[in-house]
């Protein structure tokens, strides 16, 4: 899950010292909180109306989910973004909408693309 925040460090206070959620990691901007099996991230609206939510789908295998959504006629607007790099590995984000304009991405580990390692 999300929240897009108009002042996402003090919304994400709040979260970590008012509600006691566990931060997980922090990442261009985002927080992002365990909270009972849940992920909750809590960033900038980038686009998205402050208050807006998000929902993430994790999938077992990044590359698979993306070439099936499009398959099944998602029209993603946008490349993935890559949060975050861990050794062989990189934290994706890859938004698109729902017919009825409602923000779901794709958000998952994958193997650092070789495009995206700099020589």
């Given at each position: 899950l999300a929240i897009a925040a108009s002042d996402p460090a003090k919304l994400s206070a709040y979260y970590?010292?008012?509600?006691?959620l566990s931060m997980l990691f922090e990442a261009s901007g985002m927080s992002f909180f365990g909270a009972g099996g849940v992920r909750l991230m809590i960033g900038p609206a980038q686009g998205a109306k402050a208050g807006d939510k998000i929902l993430y789908f994790e999938p077992e295998d990044f590359a698979v989910a993306e070439a099936t959504l499009e398959a099944n006629g998602v029209k993603f607007?946008?490349?993935?973004?890559?949060?975050?790099?861990?050794?062989?590995?990189?934290?994706?984000?890859?938004?698109?909408?729902?017919?009825?304009?409602?923000?779901?991405?794709?958000?998952?580990?994958?193997?650092?693309?070789?495009?995206?390692?700099?020589?």
């Open positions: 970590r010292d008012t509600l006691g607007p946008a490349p993935a973004n890559v949060l975050q790099r861990e050794g062989e590995r990189e934290l994706a984000l890859r938004p698109f909408q729902d017919p009825e304009g409602n923000t779901l991405a794709l958000m998952g580990w994958r193997p650092v693309s070789p495009a995206t390692v700099r020589g």
